[in-house]
């Protein structure tokens, strides 16, 4: 069904491509993200979720 309809639109073919470039630059640049990242940020932020809200406050 979705076939017939796909088929009917110009230029249907960039889509793939489009979506396999636009997946490939936002890994690319969370793993540069994370690579550059202070290790000492990464460290505070890894721990919040196990911080009780008290410490959080204050």
């Known amino acids: 069904m979705f076939r017939q ?4 639109i110009a230029g249907v073919g960039i889509y793939p491509m489009f979506s396999l470039i636009v997946f490939f630059v936002f890994f690319v ?3 540069l993200y994370v690579t550059k990242a202070d290790k000492k940020e990464m460290e505070t932020l ?6 009780s809200n008290e ?3 204050a």
């Open 29 to 31: 640049t969370l793993i």
């Open 46 to 51: 890894s721990q919040l979720p196990l911080q």
């Open 55 to 57: 410490d959080s406050n």
């Open 5 to 8: 309809y796909l088929e009917q």
